[in-house]
């Protein structure tokens, strides 16, 4: 389904050679992953994925495991190559696990939406109604979802009802709240809107990513942290050399990312509906990465939030939500579930976990300086900015990058011994600087900011109200105040390990007592 003369030139060509157009989508996939880069150990890994999660799905449909089972398939079948892939070590080889990866999160939905196909729509929420299938697709339109080209190897992924939806056109159809005059133009008697100049601004931007990944790699390579020419840099360039090594790994994925997003724009799947008061055409259906919402994040959530977003809405109604008992709000072992999750499906290596876990200490100090901090660089009677916050945002803006370029270093080297050696060589700083903090915040010193915001708010004659360290007006909600209250995990990182914390240990003692019963 792709526009213009491409998509004439499927339906023609399916005329002439006697087989459908999705037959066709089907076949360029097959040809890219066999004819042209020869991976039939790929072509076999995603059969194998492909056809046990549909299998799962038809003959255990009934089961209240069933996308469970699924799940733990996928992820297991995954985890093998990862291990594979690991053990053998060769940079020379096409790797097929990223692809695999994109798999997973579309196959692991797809059994959950089948599975709430067969639920009464009362006990779902509108994200479920929306993506359930009520019944199974067949195997051609199956395969040419699995198959779809444009997101095949880096994706976005998207649900099988996106699909569906993009393949009858009803994705397209105009809601009758817009004015005629300002419903988007299409091409003849199309109903996809033109997509050409949106997905030609991806490819130019795509373009500038990827050339700068090639001119900077050179350069800035994750290997010069590990050199001993880099010793020979004082601390600040050291620091510069750091983030720039971070920055050009960044620069790889915003570039395949913006592509390959650029490609779904122009097939349509990107589509995401029409402004009824301007008829502008929104094509973020399925944006995968904000790289200006990465580099200019003052805030760990922000960070996150703009990083490979499609994966953490994977993991938060897939995981997260799902393993919540219905009528409860998500805990510790949501969290724990969701972080477990996004590590495996990473990989292996010791590099990503210790990342892991070190993030999840920085949004805990990140969270709990902007509770206790931020409120002073606001007006405490109307929560505006004070002219001193300028002043805040810069210092937020340059903690935050710092700190995960220093905190993304195991992710590059992967090895454990060699990201203790990076990270020894930049002198432990953010390690140092996130541990005081958190000793600084369970120390008797948080109060005294407590009781000193309390005075200013008092002076002001703004009585405190809120509880815990909520003090103060309260802040007009936006993406960067959303930060201060939001509990759910971002690429399965808990934004507050007290809290986490607390619960589990109530779960361990409510489990004890009941067993002492």
Known sequence: MCPGWAEDTFVYLSAKLGAGPDELRFSISIFYLVGLFDLWDGLRTMLISAGGAYAIAKFLRGSRYMPWLGFVFLMGHMSVNHIVR???????????????????????????????????????????????????????????????????????????????????????????????????????????????????????????????????????????????????????????????????????????????????????????????????????????????????????????????????KWLRNCVYLRVTPKGKKPGFRASLATFATSAFWHGFYPGYYLAFIFASFIQTVAKKLRRNLRPFFLDPKTGAPLPSKKFYDIASWLTTQLTFSFAVVPFLVLGFSDSLLAWSRLYFYAVIGTFSLLAFFASPAQGMVKRELQKRDAKAGVVSKGKGDGKGPKIPKSPSTDSLVAGEPIMGITPDLDVEFDEAMRSLRSSRKQRER
């Open 86 to 312: 690991q053990v053998t070590n060769n940079p020379k080889s096409v790797d097929i696990t990223g692809a695999q990866m994109v798999l997973v999160m579309k196959l692991s939905s797809f059994c959950w939406n089948v599975a709430d196909g067969l639920l009464p729509e009362e006990d779902l929420s509108d994200f479920q109604k929306d993506r359930r299938l009520t019944e199974l697709p067949s195997l051609l339109d199956y395969a040419g979802f699995v198959f779809f080209f444009p997101s095949m190897l880096v994706g976005p992924a998207f649900d099988f009802a996106e699909y569906r939806r993009w393949l009858d056109t009803t994705m397209f159809d105009v809601p009758s709240t817009v004015d005629p005059a300002k419903k988007p133009p299409t091409r003849r008697k199309r109903k996809i809107p033109r997509s050409g100049t949106p997905a030609m601004i991806n490819l130019v931007t795509a373009l500038i990513w990827i050339f700068s990944f090639l001119k900077l790699s050179s350069h800035f390579h994750h290997t010069v942290l590990l050199e001993d020419s880099y010793l020979e840099y004082g601390f600040l360039k050291r620091l510069f050399v750091l983030h720039m090594v971070g920055f050009t790994a960044r620069t790889k994925f915003y570039g395949v990312w913006t592509l390959s997003e650029g490609a779904c724009i122009l097939a349509g799947l990107g589509y995401n509906g029409v402004d009824p008061l301007t008829g502008k055409v929104s094509w973020d259906r399925l944006r995968n990465i904000d790289p200006w919402g990465v580099e200019l994040a003052q805030n760990t959530r922000g960070y996150l939030e703009s990083w490979n977003i499609n994966t953490n």
